[in-house]
Each structure stands twice: as C-alpha cells, then as structure tokens.
C-alpha cells in the first residue's frame, strides 16, 4: 500500500519562498506519475503541477508557472515541489498525489493521496 508523507509547509511572506517534499513508500515510486493539488478555505481543489515517471515532463497549472518547480529524485522516492515569489492567493493546503490514471488535471485520476500541508501565505 502507497504512504505519502508531506513536509515543508509552513507560514511564508509574500515574496517569500517555501519547498514542499512528499516522501512515498511502496515500490512503485520510480514508474508512477506524481503531482500536488491545494484546497484554498470554501474553495475547491485544483491541481496545481505534476510530473512524469522520468521526471523529464512538467505540467503547471497557470497560476503557478514560472513561480513552481516541480521534481524528483527517484533514488529517494521523493517529489520536491519549490515554490517561489509566493503570492496570498497561494494559501491552501498542499496535497501530494500518485498514480494518475488519466488526465493529471482531475483529482479523480489519482490514486493515492498525502494528507497534506498547510501552507500560508501573509500580505
């Protein structure tokens, strides 16, 4: 069974920066896409990036392009999501997700879910 343990979550400035890791167990890692979604407070949840098995495809959703950078080290079974130039509309809680059937943009599509982060973003 897939264990998706997030960190690095925190209370940040805007401007300010923070780096998300989503440590999983099962052998699956190294074959299995990976990516984060974020629940804002009465909003609902929306991928946020995703990355393929390699490493070698990144996918953003707009809002964060050019702020966020998704990648991995299959060695350590680790997704690292870096996040820069924070912005207040950044707060949500950060979830890591595994194993995408589908289309990454649906949470429906994954399989496996963390029990996220919190991440606040003050103006």
């Known amino acids: 069974q897939v264990q998706l343990v997030e960190s690095g979550g925190g209370l940040v400035q805007a401007g300010g920066s923070l780096r998300l890791s989503c440590a999983a167990s099962?052998?699956?890692?190294?074959?299995?896409?990976m990516g984060w979604f974020r629940q804002a407070p009465g909003k609902e949840r929306e991928f946020v990036a995703a990355?393929?098995?390699?490493?070698?495809?990144?996918y953003y959703t707009d809002s964060v392009k050019g702020r966020f950078t998704l990648s991995r080290d299959n060695a350590k079974n680790t997704v690292f999501l870096q996040m820069n130039s924070l912005k207040p509309e950044d707060t949500a809680v950060y979830y890591c997700?595994?194993?995408?059937?589908?289309?990454?943009?649906?949470?429906?599509?994954?399989?496996?879910w963390g029990q996220g982060t919190q991440v606040t973003v003050s103006s």
């Open positions: 990355i393929g098995w390699s490493g070698g495809v990144t």
């Open positions: 099962g052998r699956t890692f190294s074959t299995a896409a």
């Open positions: 997700v595994m194993g995408a059937t589908g289309w990454y943009g649906s949470a429906s599509q994954w399989g496996s």
